[in-house]
Every structure is written in structure tokens, then in C-alpha cells.
């Protein structure tokens, strides 16, 4: 996947997502419907929070640092996280909301000043075990994201009986 498809498909993943949540209020936002007892809200932490990981991953590339990411330490993103859990409990809907915003235009930022070949070549970072830059972006994003509108959209249609 070069840059400008995977520009494209982060834009495309986030219409999508909001798209599924879209005409939902506060209180649906808050209800724990999801699978784990999850609700809106946590989705929009989590995501918000994983991919904040992938921005710092991409900034230490950037820099010409060996990464440390949730990924590249195997650390199971759905794992709850209490003190994470409890910063979420402090920031409202909107805030999660913007803060979910905020950190794809970083992502997209970054991407975009990504050299191709750095993106594309599966040798590139030793630590990225053979695979490309691109799949790891895709799966801490987009891939990740779409997992979660799937389950929104379910979730949305078991409640119109």
C-alpha cells in the first residue's frame, strides 16, 4: 500500500466510524452495550489511545530511534488497563471525541512525511519483523478502527428490533 492509499484509507476508516455513530446521544454513547461491556466512549479511548502509541512509534522513526510501541513489545491492546480506565472516567464525551480527532490528524501528519520506500520496503526496520511500515500503520489504525465499527454497527442494529 503506498502513502496516498493509505492517507485514503485512514479517511475512508474514520467516515466510516462516524458514520456508525452517527445521530447517537450522550446517554448511547455512554451505555455499555458493546462486546466486553464496552461503551462508545471506551471504543473512543481506546482507539485514541492506541494509535496516540502509533503517532509516538512514527515520531521515533522520525528521529532515527528503535520504536517502542505497543506492537513492537506484543502488548495485547484489548488487555483493560486501569489507570487508563480511570482517566477515561474524567473526560467527557466530547473530549474523548476530540481527542479522537486530534490524534488522526497527527497520524495522517506523520504519515504523510514518511519517505515511500520507508513505508513500502519489508527490510527496512529490522525491528518490524519482515513486514512493511504500511501494515503496521494499517493495523494500529484504520484496520484497528474498522474492527470497531463493525462491532458498533452490530451493536446499533441488535437495538432495531
Known amino acids: 500500500?503506498?502513502?496516498?492509499?493509505?492517507?485514503?484509507?485512514?479517511?475512508?476508516?474514520?467516515?466510516?466510524f462516524l458514520e456508525a455513530i452517527e445521530g447517537l446521544d450522550d446517554q448511547a454513547f455512554s451505555e455499555h452495550g458493546l462486546p466486553n461491556g464496552w461503551s462508545i466512549n471506551d471504543v473512543l479511548f481506546h482507539l485514541s489511545t492506541t494509535e496516540?502509541?502509533?503517532v509516538k512509534f512514527l515520531w521515533q522513526l522520525s528521529q532515527n530511534q528503535k520504536p517502542v510501541s505497543i506492537?513492537?513489545?506484543d502488548h495485547n491492546v484489548h488487555a483493560p488497563n486501569p489507570a487508563s480506565q480511570?482517566?477515561?472516567?474524567l473526560r467527557s464525551s466530547d473530549q474523548l471525541f476530540d481527542d479522537f480527532a486530534s490524534v488522526r490528524k497527527?497520524?495522517?501528519?506523520?504519515v504523510?512525511?514518511?519517505?515511500?520506500?520507508?513505508?513500502?520496503?519489508?527490510n527496512q526496520f529490522p525491528w518490524l519483523n519482515d513486514h512493511p511500515l504500511w501494515?503496521?500503520?494499517a493495523n494500529d489504525s484504520f484496520k484497528h478502527e474498522a474492527w470497531h465499527t463493525q462491532e458498533i454497527k452490530a451493536w446499533r442494529d441488535s437495538l432495531e428490533i
Not at 500500500?1 to 466510516?16: C, F, I, P, S, T
Not at 497527527?106 to 506523520?110: N, Y
Not at 504523510?112 to 519489508?122: G, S, V
Open 71 to 73: 506492537k513492537v513489545i
Open 52 to 54: 496516540a502509541e502509533l
Open 112 to 122: 504523510a512525511a514518511i519517505p515511500e520506500k520507508d513505508l513500502l520496503e519489508p
Open 1 to 16: 500500500m503506498n502513502k496516498d492509499e493509505l492517507l485514503d484509507a485512514l479517511e475512508d476508516e474514520r467516515e466510516k
Open 86 to 89: 480511570d482517566q477515561e472516567q
Open 135 to 137: 501494515e503496521w500503520i
Open 106 to 110: 497527527q497520524t495522517s501528519r506523520r
